[in-house]
């Protein structure tokens, strides 16, 4: 399916009928997720795939009873780092030296910089920026679900806090950000399957300028 069809496709799916997704599908929106772009390449997140039905149950109960959490096939919750550290970008900077053949020291001054730049912008900001990114790869997978023929609902509407402390994020250095049901569509119990797709019109949505 090309792109643009399959997103005419889409729809957030408000009822799954619990069918297990193949995992060679699985795998295609994981790895385009994790081909997606971030600032600086720096990836500031992880993706739980979640499939234990006692796990779901509990999330569940802290996502306002969203069905579409424990009827999905697997559920993708994206959780962005708790802040950036000289130490953490230091690590990726080294694993890309590493394995691009450079020497060690080839990203040192762009290191730098940009933790010159990050550190004084405190704490709040260093996890907006990391849940941005994390969102860049969230919109990747929705779209790759959607070549896939799998159905997605992006769900922020959850208990963050008590996610984080569901999956001990914390520990991990971590917060969860935004859930992605991966699933398939119960045509005959949801509203909002046949109805319209509306966007807004591509002459309001867009502006040129020359």
Known sequence: MKLLDALKWR????????QVIPQEKLDYILEAAR???SSSGLQPYQIFVISNKELLEKIKAISFDQSQITDASHLLVFAAWDGYSLERIEAVFNKTVLERGLPL???DAYKERLWSMYEPLGQEWHANHAAKQAYISFGIAIAAAAEQNVDATPIEGFLPLELDK???L???GLKSVVLLPLGYRDETADWLVNLKKVRTSIDKFVTFIS
């Open 11 to 18: 729809y957030a799916t408000k009822k799954m009928n619990g």
């Open 35 to 37: 081909l997606a772009p």
């Open 105 to 107: 020291d080839a990203m």
């Open 166 to 168: 569901i999956l001990e």
């Open 170 to 172: 914390n520990k991990q």
